[in-house]
Structure formats: structure tokens, C-alpha cells
């Protein structure tokens, strides 16, 4: 494998990184500005306490799914051997 081959596979996996920790991040402050609105609307803080719950709920879910598809990528290259 070449320098820059090596240097173009390095700078793939940490964009792939930060892309995951972006949508992690994202994921909370959208579900944070859910449950904003529903302690708004209802005057309850048990609308905050939910969405948050729905934004954790959605980081983990796009954890779930980063790990399956690099499982995958793993199996196919392993395949390829």
C-alpha cells in the first residue's frame, strides 16, 4: 500500500468518525429542542425530560447503525481476501 493510499484511508476513517460524533451530538440538541417545545406547550417539565429521552434514543440509534455498517465492511473485505 502506497503513502498516500495509507493517508486517503487515514482521513476517510476520521471523517467517518466525526461524522458519527456530528450526528451523536446533533441527535441530543434536536431531541433538547423537542422537549423545549413540549415544557412550552404543556407548561410541564416532563416534555424536557422526553426529549431528551427521544434524542438519546436517536444518538444511540445512530451508534447501532455506525457499528452494523462497519461490521459489514469488515465481512466484505474479509470476503475479499
Sequence with gaps: MS?????INTAIKAADSLS???SIVV?????FGI???LKELT???WGL????FIGVGAAINNIYKAYK?????????KEKR
Design 43 to 45: 407548561g410541564s417539565n
Design 3 to 7: 503513502q498516500k493510499s495509507k493517508k
Design 69 to 77: 455498517s462497519q461490521v459489514k465492511s469488515y465481512e466484505e473485505f
Design 27 to 31: 441527535a441530543v440538541l434536536i431531541g
Design 49 to 52: 425530560g422526553i426529549g431528551i
Design 20 to 22: 458519527l460524533g456530528i
Design 35 to 37: 422537549g423545549w417545545g
